[in-house]
């Protein structure tokens, strides 16, 4: 028998996988009544660690992997000639074009 909620929890949540399974058959696996079963699934929902499938018998599986957001680390800025602090800027006395696709600016001719 599983002894603490957060055991059972933990217990539960090991066993849910991307295939659904019944509180019944989880209840089976780790000799917890089904009802304690059902109130932990319960809770791993609200939680989002489960989710319910179909109608009934009611199956759960795991919640479907989020894509995550790879850590980028800390954000440096590459230095540049070309970044200016707001208010510094001052505009160029001759006129210049820009082309699509290009960085760089070209003098009109």
Do not use: N, W
């Not at 932990?40 to 992997?65: D, I, W």
């Amino acid at each position: 028998m599983i002894k603490s909620s957060t055991h059972i929890q933990a217990t539960i949540e090991g066993l849910l996988t991307a295939e659904s399974i019944t509180a019944r058959e989880i209840a089976d696996k780790t000799g917890a009544p089904v009802v304690i079963v059902r109130q932990t699934l319960t809770t791993l929902e609200h939680k989002g660690k489960a989710v319910s499938v179909g109608h009934r018998p009611v199956r759960y599986c795991a919640p479907p992997k989020s894509a995550e957001i790879p850590d980028r680390g800390d954000y440096r800025v590459q230095s540049s000639t070309r970044y200016f602090r707001p208010g510094s800027y001052t505009p160029p006395s001759e006129k210049t074009f820009t082309l699509p696709g290009m960085g760089d600016a070209v003098e009109d001719q």
